[in-house]
């Protein structure tokens, strides 16, 4: 790729965010998989940049925060209900600053296409008193991922970059040419005790040194580059940001819009300037009224979304519907072809058998969570990555004995090393007095997010070989008093008697089921053919 500005490439958000990052001298990305964020790092990587998978977000992020600290430029990716893993070390970082550049890729999920939940990530910017940068399309992420470089290298401040499903996997024309940020600088290490160790006497004046940044910060968005106004006709006004914006325009094509690039600070004074000569002002936003409130906050006549319109993706026509003040009840959208485990995967027998012996399930997160629907409907608790043992935990703790003897922990490889590892842990130091049963299903990927490796695998993000995690080592090591590793599917009936004696025998257990995914198993006989 070179500087040229009439260079085009057809490229997804996520493609042009990852060439941003390698034309922006990125040292490092890191990063757990979890759509729609996962092409970031995987496209960093095929472009000749250097990109890793990490156990899971918080580490990803400590990880990050090293390379920033060291004067270099990293970044950090993740989904939503990922950055709720990372955020304990996000808050800190935004006290502590950094020398080099701290970019935060997080990316929502309205409508919750692939996920557990809807939550809006913008809430996450002003709790921790950080910059928000939201593109509307992959010319913008490309574009803007500069500008969150430079003012994270300007500030010594972490920069949220919030990117939407729509915005991550839509493909949309990029004119790769060079990007505002200077170039990077040589990483060194600069000792500064009080701004980096963060006890309470160097934590205090850390944090009024953030909310002074952030008002130096919000003065720069009043007039900054990253927002834009596009004239109109109409006495109707919009102000959007995002995915948003682009269906605003579409339904109102003669309504003069406030396009804001930088949504936290949110730049209120150049709103009020916008909106002072308008009949009406209306805020365009997918999932929570950050910007209405904000705006309302500080005196200004807006109009949000009826609640309706706060759950689920926005399109044009919903809009339009905002916009008219229609709230007649939508049109469901047509029921599609429900997801289901597989033929052949290994883990249908594992749910064939825990709905056979009727079992109470504390599952999670990965495409065996796909064992709660028809016609295994083996699975009756999920919550978030690595809840099922602690939530089985609680729930032989409170169960009267002969349920609390049915419960089973299910998790999988990947989700046990992103954070499975510590209710191992919690099983060991207060164990209920029926004991345990934990179910390791190893198929040897990341399945549900693509087939990444991970610290279980063997190999690295691009293939190379590396220490492989062996879970029944780490279990023996930590004191587990009963490990048995089986392949479920070669033979049901094994298991079957081995699941049924455990759980009548009450006390603690891990099996691990192994076997890979068979897609997992084609995709490495493709890469390594002679292996």
């Known amino acids: 790729m070179t500087d040229n500005p009439l260079e085009r490439l057809l490229l997804t958000g996520n493609e042009a965010l990852a060439h941003a990052a390698r034309k922006a001298g990125i040292r490092l990305g890191s990063g757990y998989p979890g759509t729609p964020s996962t092409e970031v790092l995987q496209t960093l990587d095929a472009i000749g940049g250097k990109a890793q998978w990490s156990p899971n977000e918080k580490v990803a992020m400590e990880v990050a925060i090293g390379v920033a600290f060291a004067g270099a430029r990293a970044l950090v990716t993740m989904k939503h209900v990922g950055l709720n893993v990372a955020a304990d070390p996000l808050f800190t970082v935004a006290e502590t600053g950094v020398d080099g550049a701290l970019v935060v890729l997080v990316a929502d999920d309205p409508g919750m296409a692939?996920?557990?939940?809807?939550?809006?990530?913008?809430?996450y910017a002003v709790a921790?008193?950080?910059?928000?940068?939201?593109?509307?399309?992959?010319?913008?992420?490309?574009?803007?991922?500069?500008?969150?470089?430079?003012?994270?290298?300007?500030?010594g401040i972490p920069v949220l970059f919030r990117m939407t499903t729509r915005v991550s996997h839509s493909k949309s024309i990029v004119r790769a040419g060079a990007l505002v940020c200077e170039p990077p600088r040589k990483p060194s290490f600069r000792r500064?005790?009080?701004?980096?160790?963060?006890?309470?006497?160097?934590?205090?004046?850390?944090?009024?040194r953030l909310r002074q940044k952030l008002e130096q910060i919000a003065a720069w968005n009043e007039s900054g580059p990253l927002n834009k106004i596009l004239p109109g006709t109409s006495e109707t006004g919009i102000v959007a940001a995002g995915i948003a914006m682009m269906h605003a325009r579409e339904a109102a094509p003669d309504a003069p819009l406030f396009k804001v690039g930088m949504s936290h600070p949110l730049p209120v004074e150049a709103i009020r300037s916008f909106a002072a000569p308008l009949k009406r002002c209306v805020v365009i936003e997918e999932g929570d009224p950050i910007m209405v409130d904000t705006c309302r906050a500080a005196g200004l006549t807006v109009e949000g979304k009826p609640e309706p319109f706060r759950f689920g993706?926005?399109?044009?026509?919903?809009?339009?519907?905002?916009?008219?003040?229609?709230?007649?009840?939508?049109?469901?959208?047509?029921?599609?072809?429900?997801?289901?485990?597989?033929p052949g995967c290994p883990h249908r027998t594992v749910f064939e058998i825990l709905h056979k012996l009727d079992c109470i399930v504390s599952g999670d997160i990965g495409c065996y969570t796909l064992g709660v629907?028809?016609?295994?409907?083996?699975?009756?608790?999920?919550?978030?990555?690595?809840?099922?043992?602690?939530?089985?935990?609680?729930?032989?703790?409170?169960?009267?004995?002969?349920?609390?003897?049915?419960?089973?922990?299910?998790?999988?490889?990947?989700?046990?090393?992103?954070?499975?590892?510590?209710?191992?842990?919690?099983?060991?130091?207060?164990?209920?007095?029926?004991?345990h049963v934990v179910?390791?299903?190893d198929n040897h990927t990341t399945a549900m997010t693509g087939l990444q490796d991970h610290p279980g695998t063997g190999r690295t993000l691009d293939g190379e070989p590396a220490h492989t995690l062996f879970f029944e080592d780490m279990l023996r090591g930590m004191g587990v008093p009963d490990i048995q590793v089986l392949d479920a599917q070669a033979d049901p009936t094994v298991f079957e008697k081995l699941l049924t004696e455990r759980l009548q025998r009450g006390t603690l257990s891990v099996i691990i089921t192994r076997k890979p995914c068979l897609l997992a198993a084609r995709k490495q006989r493709q890469a390594d053919p002679g292996g």
Do not use: K
């Not at 692939?114 to 809430?123: A, Y």
């Not at 500064?192 to 009024?208: F, L, S």
């Not at 954070?419 to 004991?435: C, D, F, K």
């Open 128 to 155: 921790a008193g950080i910059p928000l940068i939201e593109p509307s399309d992959s010319q913008e992420t490309y574009d803007f991922f500069g500008h969150a470089v430079a003012i994270s290298e300007r500030w």
């Open 192 to 208: 500064d005790i009080p701004g980096r160790v963060m006890i309470p006497a160097y934590a205090r004046p850390a944090h009024r």
């Open 114 to 123: 692939s996920s557990q939940n809807e939550q809006d990530s913008r809430r």
């Open 313 to 342: 993706e926005l399109n044009v026509n919903r809009v339009l519907r905002i916009l008219n003040h229609d709230t007649s009840p939508e049109t469901a959208p047509p029921p599609g072809r429900p997801p289901q485990l597989c």
């Open 439 to 441: 179910l390791i299903l």
């Open 373 to 435: 629907l028809p016609p295994f409907q083996a699975m009756d608790t999920c919550v978030c990555m690595g809840a099922s043992i602690g939530v089985g935990l609680g729930l032989r703790h409170a169960l009267p004995p002969e349920q609390a003897r049915r419960v089973v922990s299910v998790i999988g490889d990947s989700t046990f090393v992103h954070s499975g590892i510590t209710g191992i842990a919690e099983m060991l130091y207060n164990p209920p007095e029926t004991g």
